[in-house]
């Protein structure tokens, strides 16, 4: 048996993701934190459409938070023209909603590879509201088993 890392596991789920959802845009780690660091680029607007239980646990800084179990982006104020990112924890939900999005005409809208599980692998920064965290929701016992175990919240 040989072991594969969390982010080797998350490349593996996102391949799949792909062949299931093959028309979305996807944007990995270090291109989302540059764009998040480069203002100049336009307008950077995060959509995080995870259940508001796992919302609670840590997000992304300045995401916006859409339900995943009613999502409807076609409802949100986005400006023209800006560059829209959706993240779940490894990007299949988000997936799903940026296909149907996508058939409303939504341009420029990506599904951050690997979710936040990967984000947070990467030790990149998470919130719980305005405060930096440690900890992400797992989602179940299955799913958790992508993010590392250090980073699993227990609330």
């Not at 028309?23 to 270090?30: G, L």
């Not at 995060?46 to 840590?58: A, C, F, G, I, N």
């Not at 341009?107 to 990967?118: C, Q, S, T, V």
């Amino acid at each position: 048996m040989s072991f594969t890392s969390a982010a080797g596991r998350a490349s593996t789920w996102t391949a799949l993701i792909s062949a299931r959802h093959p028309d979305v845009a996807w944007v990995d780690s270090e291109t989302l934190s540059d764009w998040m660091d480069d203002s100049s680029d336009g307008e950077l607007v995060l959509l995080d459409v995870r259940t508001p239980e796992e919302q609670r646990v840590s997000h992304l800084q300045d995401a916006r938070l859409v339900d995943a179990r009613n999502p409807n982006i076609g409802a949100l104020t986005i400006p023209t023209g800006a560059t829209v990112v959706v993240y779940c924890s490894v990007g299949y939900r988000s997936a799903s909603i940026i296909e149907a999005s996508e058939q409303t005409g939504r341009p420029n809208i990506y599904n951050l590879e690997g979710g936040i599980f990967d984000w947070a692998n990467q030790d990149r920064p998470i919130y719980r509201g305005v405060k930096r965290t440690h900890g992400v929701h797992p989602f179940n016992s299955v799913w958790g088993l992508l993010l590392r175990k250090d980073l699993r919240a227990k609330d």
